[in-house]
């Protein structure tokens, strides 16, 4: 199925459509490293993510935008990731006011102060992420390409394969697994080590 007869699926509602969003879209965003995190901290599911690219695609008319240059696939991903990015309510202006005072009578309580810098934190993962990164790419520069195109660049594994001439997808989706492996396994020994 091309790219173009995905997307008229797609606009037109159709199971066979929205069963291929789900598989290759929805589901494997809502497992990946960058996205599971938040889904779970802005307690959103994958069937959340669903809906709302349903809503978007057919119920504002947005599948009308996609004019057939790039992946489908990979167009579709930013919307989901879109999704999870603005799931936090923080920006929006939200804020819980749940646990401001106990409802008796008595004054409120004071509100709790951060006891941990969010930007320290966000640069000491910053640095732990690209010293994993350097280190994929000084034991395999291929595997890293592979990794960086799959993660970054949000290539399809069919288009990682023509882009870096690998033998298969499955191949491609096979180095990219071990390198997941490898990730976590530096992330793991970098992280006690900030941590000592």
Request: glycine share 8%.
């Amino acid at each position: 199925m091309t790219d173009a007869e995905w997307a008229a699926l797609v606009a037109e509602g159709s199971d066979e459509g929205w069963k291929l969003v789900w598989e290759r879209v929805v589901e494997p965003e809502s497992r990946s490293m960058r996205s599971a995190e938040l889904m779970k901290k802005y307690s959103i599911t994958a069937g959340d993510i669903m809906g709302m690219m349903f809503d978007e695609m057919v119920g504002r008319g947005k599948i009308a935008l996609y004019r057939g240059s790039g992946s489908f696939e990979g167009w579709l991903r930013r919307y989901a990731r879109g999704f999870v990015l603005n799931a936090n309510p923080a920006p929006h202006g939200e804020i819980s006011i749940e646990g401001a005072h106990d409802g008796d009578g008595e004054e409120p309580t004071g509100m709790d102060l951060p006891t941990t810098d969010k930007e320290v934190l966000r640069k000491e993962v910053w640095d732990i992420t690209h010293r994993c990164f350097l280190d994929l790419w000084m034991s395999d520069p291929e595997r890293a390409y592979v990794h960086l195109l799959k993660t970054r660049f949000m290539l399809s594994s069919e288009e990682v394969k023509n882009f870096l001439d690998v033998s298969s997808t499955a191949n491609v989706d096979q180095i990219f697994s071990r390198n997941i492996k490898f990730m976590r396994e530096r992330w793991r020994k970098y992280d006690s080590v900030s941590k000592d």
